[in-house]
């Protein structure tokens, strides 16, 4: 059979930096180049690899995007480790074309649900009296600025990544912080306002469940809680 029967789609050019950046990435991740190694000069990974200085410095930009080398003026590169900081410089350009956009943000705000009511049920399982303490120090602050907008969505957002840091996951703290706090953030004032109080009872709700180590009765909260914020968006 000639292969003119299969659906075979035309090859795509590949930029001469991805091509470097996709080779020095595989040293990387195969340990072949290891963390604090230093990598060859330009003038070395042009001739090995037979580009232009243009594409190597590309190249070398696209892999410190990543986290994987470090650029310093007057040094040579060196291999680093990638960080959830890292993850989260790489993610954030997206986030916030994502929360610009009605459809896009309401999927996000679904995606948070998701991610909440997960970890809801595991705090609910793990929490210890210090989790508690403060969860109920934010609470009080929940409670105290309801009638001020920008003094509750801080609390607001204080109060789930009280429930975040119970689990003890700081990448799942830096994830929460960097990300669904920006979706609290871009929520219009006029839209929210009338609810804080209704918000407030429902963080109570969570709180009491976390509180008496019930985990289905944590999540059936958050649910809710999550469900009504959703509908506000609507």
Not at 124 to 139: C, N, P, S
Not at 163 to 169: A, P, Q, T
């Amino acid at each position: 059979m000639g292969l003119t029967a299969f659906p075979l789609k035309p090859m795509k050019k590949t930029k001469l930096s991805d091509s470097v950046a996709e080779e020095l990435e595989k040293l990387i991740i195969n340990n072949t180049l290891k963390e604090g190694d230093t990598l060859p000069s330009e003038r070395e990974l042009m001739a090995a690899f037979d580009v232009g200085r243009p594409s190597v410095r590309e190249a070398l930009m696209k892999l410190s995007q990543k986290g994987l080398v470090e650029i310093k003026s007057g040094e040579k590169t060196r291999v680093t480790k990638p960080c959830t900081e890292t993850l989260m410089n790489n993610v954030s350009g997206l986030a916030i074309g994502l929360l610009s956009q009605k459809d896009e943000k309401h999927q996000f705000e679904h995606l948070r649900q998701l991610f909440e009511i997960a970890i809801v049920r595991e705090a609910a399982l793990v929490r210890t009296d210090a989790d508690l303490e403060k969860l109920r120090v934010v609470l009080e602050q929940n409670k105290s600025h309801c009638d001020d907008y920008d003094a509750f969505v801080s609390s607001d957002i204080a109060f789930h990544r009280c429930i975040i840091d119970v689990i003890k996951n700081p990448m799942v703290s830096s994830l929460y912080e960097t990300l669904i706090s920006w979706l609290i953030l871009t929520r219009n004032p006029t839209d929210y306002t009338p609810y804080h109080k209704q918000n407030y009872r429902e963080h109570v709700m969570i709180f009491d469940a976390i509180q008496d180590k019930d985990p289905n009765r944590a999540e059936q909260c958050m649910r809710e809680h999550l469900d009504a914020v959703m509908r506000i968006e609507k």
